[in-house]
Antibody, heavy 116, light 109 residues
């Protein structure tokens, strides 16, 4: 069974940093492109970033470019999102998801709140 | 990286059919056959309902169908059921990025 479990969310002050993790199991992690998608309170889904299975290609939404860094450790079956210079508008539930014909599996999400 | 355009809400009675649209540009919806649709119930993670414009994942009933014409994709749900009441999001690959629509709230009357 495919499982994606996010962790690392919490309350952080504006300008602060946080690292999210997504532990994957039940599939060959290194074979799949992985993504982060976020959803602000009461708002819609927004794509944040993606990384190829071997880490060779990375893309970001303009809103996070230069502040967020996506990475993966295929030996640990784990996806990461390093977030810095956080702003109030980054407050959201952050989901990790994989590409397998659309985003076919999602984690339960981890809440990041940016507030003083 | 502008969001795709979806109607804010649609509604239908049980047993009826509804269609919701998703309008983008030639850089996203119109440029690739990689449109997908997601259903999200309150407090839950999104669920994939359609991928590659019109393909259904295993386990998704054939009441759900997708199509595309030019820069606009559509999701049709036939035989509406109470469980279909949810938010629906379209999504398109756009080369160097991926973009979602703003979401459509489906109300089953």
């Amino acid at each position: 069974e495919v499982q994606l479990v996010e962790s690392g969310g919490g309350l952080v002050q504006p300008g602060g940093s946080l690292r999210l993790s997504c532990a994957a199991s039940g599939f060959t992690f290194s074979s799949h492109r992985m993504h982060w998608v976020r959803q602000g309170p009461g708002k819609g889904l927004v794509w944040v970033s993606r990384i190829e299975g071997d880490g060779s290609d990375i893309s970001y939404a303009d809103s996070v470019k230069g502040r967020f860094t996506i990475s993966r450790d295929n030996a640990k079956n784990t996806l990461y999102l390093q977030m810095s210079s956080l702003r109030a508008e980054d407050t959201a539930v952050y989901y990790c998801t994989r590409t397998g014909g659309g985003f076919d599996h999602w984690g339960q999400g981890t809440l990041v709140t940016v507030s003083s | 990286q502008s969001a795709l355009t979806q109607p804010r809400s649609v509604s239908g009675s049980p047993g009826q059919s509804v269609t919701m649209s998703c309008t983008g540009t030639s850089r996203d919806v119109g440029g690739y056959n990689y449109v997908s649709w997601y259903r999200q119930h309150p407090g839950k993670a999104p669920k994939l309902m359609i991928y590659d414009v019109s393909k259904r994942p295993s386990g998704v009933p054939d009441r759900f169908s997708g199509s595309k014409a030019g820069n606009t994709a559509s999701l049709t749900i036939s035989g509406l059921q109470a469980e279909d009441e949810a938010d629906y999001y379209c999504c398109s690959y756009a080369g160097t990025y991926t973009v979602f629509g703003g979401g459509t709230k489906l109300t089953v009357l």
